[in-house]
């Protein structure tokens, strides 16, 4: 069991498209012990190993509220399917474990509440204040994101025909309870990455219709 089951034939991760040093994220504190804002940030768009388990930890968790925002560039013009989102889930699965022993991982304190809201924009040049999730129209919403399965994975079906040509996606997310803290481990984005940016232009890789 994987993260692999919840992508369609014909998709692919559009981890290793991002342009990792132009991450932002805003009114985060890290999850693991020994990581700092960056690295932690990273490790949450760092697709995992196809044999990647549960986890009894979170990479990042937000800060004074239950609310993420997070600011994701591609070194593609890519086709966005869905988003992947994987929360700590709790000691003792059956799934716990599976990735190098990082699933046994002591868990300091309680695990953090899942994200149940989320908001999707694309193509913006830069992240949005949490000012402006609420008067900037997304491209897609959802207030009821899919519990979890065994190993911390929901999956988020975009409307794919608004999301053909992507450069840039800013991801907004929050918990149920406004007043505890949102924990997520990993975001995995998955479609096609469609045509490379390389030195202003645009070099086909590959298409799907």
Known sequence: MSYQK???????????SIELKSLEALNLTVGR???????????????????????AVTNIESD???????????????????????????KGSSAEGAEGGEGAE?????????????????????????????????????DEIAEPDAEGWSSVKLRYVRF???TSLVIYLEGEDD?????????????????TLAMGKLEQTHDHD
């Not at 012990?33 to 986890?55: C, L, N």
């Not at 007043?179 to 998955?190: A, F, R, S, Y």
């Open 6 to 16: 919840l992508i369609p034939s014909g998709f692919v991760p559009l981890n290793d």
């Open 33 to 55: 012990k020994g990581t700092d804002e960056v690295e932690s940030v990273r490790a949450v768009f760092t697709a995992p190993a196809a044999t990647a388990g549960a986890v």
């Open 64 to 90: 004074s509220d239950s609310q993420l925002l997070f600011y994701v560039q591609f070194m593609n013009v890519s086709k966005v399917h869905s988003i992947l989102i994987q929360s700590a889930v709790a």
């Open 106 to 142: 002591e868990a300091e304190g309680e695990i953090r509440q899942r994200p149940t809201k989320i908001k999707v924009w694309t193509n913006l040049p830069s992240i949005l204040s949490f000012d402006d999730v609420t008067s900037v129209p997304a491209v897609y919403e959802e």
């Open 164 to 166: 053909q040509r992507v």
């Open 179 to 195: 007043d505890e803290p949102t924990g997520v481990n990993k975001i995995l984005l998955v479609g096609d990455k469609g045509e």
